[in-house]
Every structure is written in C-alpha cells, then in structure tokens.
C-alpha cells in the first residue's frame, strides 16, 4: 500500500509542478485533488489540507502562492513517508 501511495504520490507532485509552470490550473487542481484523496484515504490530514489550499489557490490563479504551497506539500509529503516507513518497519 505504502508503495502505490508513493508511486501516486510522485506522479501528482511532477503534475503539480508541470502545472505551475504552464500556469495550467486545471492539471495542477486534478493532481492535488488526486493526492488529497490519497492522503485522507491514509489520514494524512495536514498533506490533504496542503492538497486543498493548493486547489483553491490555482483556482483563484495565486501562482505565487501557489508554488509556495508545492513546497509545503513535498514536506508533509516527506514526513508521511517518513510515518509510513516507521509504520512498517514495526509491522514486521
């Protein structure tokens, strides 16, 4: 699970980051959508909540803003994986 999660993790971050450059709001919200999925699915609530603030922010074409927020979705990306790696290695 916890390497799908990160395989699809990886996937929307590279589309995120391609739609900041193109200014491209609908990919860049489908990714952060897609990613705010996988982390509620996981309890992830502070990468959700950084997904959600990324989706409105493109909306509104805070591009700024926007690029900021990338940034802070790889962090709590990092530390549920992080969380995740620790998880399993307690599991076996």
């Known amino acids: 699970l916890s390497e ?4 699809e993790a990886d996937a ?3 589309r995120m980051e ?3 450059v193109e200014n491209d709001a ?3 919200a489908r990714a952060a959508h897609s990613l705010k999925g ?3 699915n996981l309890g992830a609530n502070r990468l959700a ?8 922010q493109v909306k509104v074409a805070d591009w ?5 927020q990338i940034q802070d979705i790889k962090a709590q990306l990092e530390r549920v994986r992080e969380s995740l790696k620790a998880e399993t290695q307690t599991a076996v």
């Open 18 to 20: 391609t739609g900041l």
């Open 38 to 40: 996988s982390a509620n």
């Open 49 to 56: 909540t950084a997904c959600a603030s990324l989706e409105q």
């Open 12 to 14: 929307c971050v590279r």
């Open 26 to 28: 609908t990919a860049t």
């Open 4 to 7: 799908l999660f990160n395989r």
């Open 64 to 68: 700024a803003q926007a690029g900021i």
